[in-house]
Nanobody, 123 residues
């Protein structure tokens, strides 16, 4: 059974940095894509960044140059390094995984959603 758990959220000031972690287990697909998503109340979930099983990464335009996604497959942890944080980055952040390497944040197949971790950026 696929399980993912997010951690690392916090409250920071604008311009600050945070590193989110996503511990995962049960991922047995021959190829996969893992992603970070965020959502604010009343709004649609947004795909922030994705990384696949061969290390290829994708980013939403709103975070390019500021966020970096990475993974440590030995430790089964995926990270999201967030720099130059802006109030618009305030959201609950989630991680999930899907079979196949195609980054499709609005598509189906995502699974293993955790409870999320809250990021709050104040101006």
């Amino acid at each position: 059974q696929v399980q993912l758990a997010e951690s690392g959220g916090n409250s920071v000031q604008s311009g600050g940095s945070l590193r989110l972690s996503c511990a995962f287990s049960g991922v047995t697909f021959s190829s996969w894509c893992m992603g970070w998503f965020r959502q604010t109340p009343g709004n649609k979930r947004e795909g922030v960044a994705g990384i696949d099983s061969i290390g290829y990464t994708n980013y939403a335009n709103s975070v390019k140059g500021r966020f970096t996604i990475s993974q440590d497959t030995d430790k089964n942890i995926m990270y999201l390094e967030m720099n130059s944080l802006e109030p618009e980055d305030t959201a609950m952040y989630y991680c999930a995984v899907k079979p196949g390497t195609y980054w499709s944040p609005d598509g189906g197949g995502w699974r293993g959603w955790g409870q999320g971790t809250q990021v709050t950026v104040s101006s």
